[in-house]
């Protein structure tokens, strides 16, 4: 199982950015998929998640209505649109399989988002 987080980057207050994940290894198109994020000093926590056939999605409450999770099962890939970036979002981002809760023990090696004017 291997996941490749891309797509982070320094961005400024309000800002946007759209991260990618793309998944090897297991049956991603029969899976479901989810976003987490660390921030430094902190635990990792689950910014939300895609159903298979993104038939459903759920998102913490701290993103709700600014961040968007999609998939492309041709691609075996999600993405993390995120609008209206706060301070409070700089972490690295990683991505696994598993809907509330990741599904596997391995990880990639994230993506690191840093907001800040």
């Known amino acids: 199982v291997q996941f490749v987080e891309s797509g982070g980057g320094l961005v400024q207050p309000g800002g946007s950015l759209r991260l990618s994940c793309t998944a090897t290894?297991?049956?991603?198109?029969?899976?479901?998929m989810s976003w987490y994020r660390q921030a430094p000093g902190k635990e990792r926590e689950l910014v939300g998640g895609?159903?298979?056939?993104?038939?459903?999605?759920n998102y913490a409450d701290p993103v709700y209505g600014r961040f968007t999770i999609s998939r492309d099962d041709a691609k075996d890939t999600i993405y993390l649109e995120m609008n209206s970036l706060k301070i409070e979002d700089t972490a690295v981002y990683f991505c696994n399989a598993g809907y509330w809760r990741p599904q596997f023990d391995s990880w990639g090696r994230g993506t690191r988002v840093i907001v800040s004017s």
């Open positions: 895609i159903s298979r056939l993104s038939e459903g999605r």
């Open positions: 290894g297991f049956n991603f198109v029969g899976s479901d």
